[in-house]
């Protein structure tokens, strides 16, 4: 058959298959913000994946990798280097794997700068205010540390992949508001049990700041169909604070 056609059969491949995986990455992804916030004490209970085999090695390999990139660039923590460790392999490199395996092609991943400029007053802005203290080298490398995580794994998980699965099933607008509201839902564990102790009300009223954010960059998807800008916005707002 025609190249277009052999094309189009790859990337139309399993539609349903690769939503359903994303929906247990991102039920994997609160559980694990869970178990996290319970090991700190800051849930009670028993961490909720303690009991999967090989969890716990994982993530004391992890917390060794993180140790011997904090010795070697002390700037950031040991946790930092582990969560973004933990991040890739899981949010990134794991999906990834799976999507690619059932069809999904890496130009249908949004991985461009298409009409980046759409998004470049935001990241100006946003590096504006984290850069007024200065330009020193640790502050550049949290720097490309956010941009990694939270900035390009949660827009690439997201945008990048959920919302543009969901577009095969709901209108665009809806892909875009479903993916916010999950978006959002994600930092409901975190905010009630540290940012906003056993405040509901507030907590809530916050999710809604985060969900309002995620359908702006999700419409800004829609907009240029790329993940890149998107991820250096998000990068942006996170060191900038807002």
Do not use: C
Not at 179 to 203: C, D, I, K, R, S
């Amino acid at each position: 058959p025609p190249l277009e056609s052999r094309v189009g059969k790859r990337t139309g491949r399993y539609p349903a298959a690769r939503l359903v995986v994303l929906l247990l990455v991102w039920g994997f992804w609160a559980l694990d913000i869970v178990d996290g916030l319970q090991t700190q004490g800051a849930i009670r209970g028993t961490p909720i994946l303690g009991a999967l085999p090989g969890w716990r090695e994982f993530n004391d390999a992890l917390l060794a990798l993180g140790n011997k990139a904090h010795l070697t660039l002390p700037s950031i923590s040991t946790d930092a280097w582990a969560a973004l460790a933990s991040n890739l392999i899981l949010r990134v490199l794991v999906p990834s794997a799976a999507l690619r395996a059932l069809g999904m092609q890496w130009r249908d991943m949004g991985l461009t700068l298409r009409r980046w400029w759409i998004a470049a007053p935001f990241v100006g802005i946003g590096l504006g205010v984290y850069l007024t203290s200065g330009l020193a080298f640790d502050r550049l490398l949290r720097m490309g540390v956010v941009l990694l995580y939270p900035g390009l794994t949660e827009e690439l998980f997201y945008r990048g992949w959920l919302q543009r699965s969901l577009k095969r099933y709901v209108r665009r607008g809806n892909a875009v508001l479903i993916t916010a509201v999950l978006f959002g839902l994600l930092h409901l564990p975190e905010f009630l049990a540290v940012h906003y102790t056993g405040m509901l009300p507030l907590a809530l009223t916050n999710i809604g700041d985060v969900i309002l954010t995620g359908l702006v960059w999700g419409y800004g998807m829609t907009r240029t169909r790329s993940v890149l800008p998107w991820a250096a916005v998000h990068a942006a707002s996170n060191l900038a604070g807002l």
